[in-house]
Nanobody, 123 residues
């Protein structure tokens, strides 16, 4: 079992920054891929970013603005979000992919999910 707890969401003005954290427990954190997804009201959940070892992946709309990283010593995943836009408003979820193989861009590839944290970008 893996438990994931997100934090760091909030209200920020356009152009501002936030850093999301995802604390993991229950299994060896360093050995599996981690991802961030988001879901805006009335929309489907979408992939944001993923990290496997040192390889990172981003959806096009956040490239150059968001950075995914992990601290294996702290069992924590991060998402640094800069130059935020109103369209980034969503509930952000972290997810763990513990079974190797497959891809990183679909929610169905992941095995464990956090409860989500709200990010609102508005003036």
């Amino acid at each position: 079992q893996v438990q994931l707890v997100e934090s760091g969401g909030g209200l920020v003005q356009p152009g501002g920054s936030l850093r999301l954290s995802c604390a993991a427990s229950g299994r060896t954190f360093s050995g599996y891929a981690m991802g961030w997804f988001r879901q805006a009201p009335g929309k489907e959940r979408e992939f944001v970013a993923a990290i496997k070892w040192i390889d990172t992946y981003y959806t096009d709309s956040v490239k150059g603005r968001f950075t995914i990283s992990r601290d294996n010593a702290k069992n924590t995943l991060y998402l640094q979000m800069n130059s935020l836009k109103p369209e980034d408003t969503a509930v952000y979820y972290c997810a763990a992919k513990v079974i190797p193989g497959g891809g990183y861009f679909k929610g169905t590839e992941y095995d464990y999910w956090g409860q989500g944290t709200q990010v609102t970008v508005s003036s």
